[in-house]
């Protein structure tokens, strides 16, 4: 069975910290992993990871792929309040739809 | 235009009523899809819309219905829903499915609570 895990499920910062979001998978047919970022509504698109090693980075958000180690990281540096979401791993298959981990519920504090 | 569009925002419906969601997208993406969403949990995949045919129905109950009228639009109707069937329904597009990697867009979700 295809599978995502994020980790941690949650976690709490305070603003200026550097945060790092987990995200492993054992899948068959993988094409490609996809972060979101969630608020209220609806998910947010952050990246769109193909090929390992390739960092990608947006302002202060960042993320790269291990294809063999299969896993993922994002990273966030100094941290605002407005960082405060969940953070939705996602991986793509061939022929499949999104699988979706758990979520990781990050909240920054002032 | 990176928009997809979803109304109304928010449904309350008895479980008796038949009401329907509406989702939209201009970005020329042939594939669009239904997610529904429960509190604290990821979306779960329901309906996956490829060059207006339905390619993908996760065993999703007959008292849901998608239609795809044309390769803008995607409905999903709703009939004698139950209360456990509230949730956030999302509706995303991508260019393709199973094709190229293209990554998909959110629409703002419609809040249903059946009563």
């Known amino acids: 069975e295809d599978k995502v895990v994020q980790s941690p499920l949650s976690l709490v910062v305070h603003e200026g910290d550097t945060v790092t979001l987990n995200c492993s998978y054992e899948?068959?047919?993988?094409?490609?992993l996809l972060w979101y970022k969630q608020e209220k509504k609806a998910p947010t698109f952050l990246f769109m990871l193909?090929?390992?090693?390739i960092e990608k980075k947006s302002g202060r958000l960042s993320s790269i792929l291990d294809k063999k180690e299969l896993f993922s990281i994002l990273n966030i540096t100094a941290t605002q309040t407005g960082d405060s979401a969940i953070y939705l791993c996602?991986?793509?298959?061939?022929?499949?739809?999104?699988?979706f981990g758990k979520g990781t519920r990050l909240s920054v504090i002032a | 235009d990176t928009e997809v569009t979803q109304t109304p925002k928010h449904l309350v419906m008895g479980m008796t009523n038949k009401k329907s969601l509406k989702c939209e997208q201009h970005?020329?993406?042939?594939?669009m899809y239904w997610y529904k969403q429960k509190a604290k949990k990821p979306p779960e995949l329901m309906f996956v819309?490829?060059?207006?045919?339905?390619?993908i129905n996760e065993s999703v109950p007959s008292r849901f219905s998608p239609e795809c009228p044309n390769s803008s639009l995607l409905n999903l109707h709703l009939h004698a829903l139950q209360p456990e069937d509230s949730a956030l329904y999302l509706c995303?597009?991508?260019?393709?499915?199973?094709?190229?990697?293209?990554?998909?867009?959110f629409g703002p979700g419609t809040r249903l609570t059946v009563t």
């Open positions: 899948v068959t047919n993988f094409r490609s």
């Open positions: 819309y490829s060059y207006e045919k339905l390619s």
């Open positions: 193909t090929s390992s090693g």
């Open positions: 970005m020329g993406h042939r594939a």
């Open positions: 995303a597009s991508s260019q393709v499915a199973g094709g190229p990697s293209y990554e998909q867009y």
């Open positions: 996602a991986v793509e298959l061939v022929g499949t739809p999104l699988v």
